[in-house]
């Protein structure tokens, strides 16, 4: 029996050349991830001390800062989120996922970053970006404007167009399903009616205004 070897720790050279054979072989997916924010892709340089506060890089800052890190002494781990639709939790949603779909993968040592399981999981990775999207009322489209700012090519667009649109298509069917089932609930449409205050005492029938007494001084007229 072949006993494991030791755990090995993720260095630059590794994440530069997982980035480098991902832009080759999944171009859309690289040029997604580029341009994806640390809450989907985040990658943390690993510090000797636990009270030192770690740095988080999305992708494009990692490699402007490649010049920054030792090539023997830097190790550094990745975090990307996920979500899985209501229809996938079903057993194969990670157990460390909440009920609401959402989940993260981590990248601890260069054993677990296998290019081969990341492809597989990129459809997770795209509904988590589109889902976020579309809760900020931006959704994501394969309009002129992405196209240019992801600098997607023609295959990418031809490659991405048909699993966006049903991404996109299935988060909505979800959220309409999920405003449905909380507008079915009678008590969420009752308006708080607002606490009476302390009852005032009734003054009475308003007083009313005393005559006025003309007082009229009579002059003589004698002469």
Known sequence: MKLPGPLIEIRKRDLRQFFTDLREREHYMYAILTKSP??????????????????AYTIKEFLASLGTFHHKKDGFCCYFSLYYFRDER?????DEAPNDGEA???WIYLEDMRPESFILEFPYILAYICRNAILANAPFRLDRETIKRYGFTREDVKRLREPLTRCNERIIAELRAE???????DCLHETSRKKPGPKKENPGPPRQPRPRISRKTFVSTKK
């Not at 989907?40 to 770690?54: A, G, L, M, T, Y």
């Not at 079903?90 to 990670?94: L, T, W």
């Open 38 to 55: 640390q809450s989907v892709f985040r990658i943390v340089k690993n510090s000797d001390d636990w009270n030192e506060p770690k740095t």
């Open 90 to 94: 079903n057993g194969d949603i990670p």
């Open 104 to 106: 993260t993968e981590e």
């Open 179 to 185: 405003y449905a089932r909380l507008a079915a609930i």
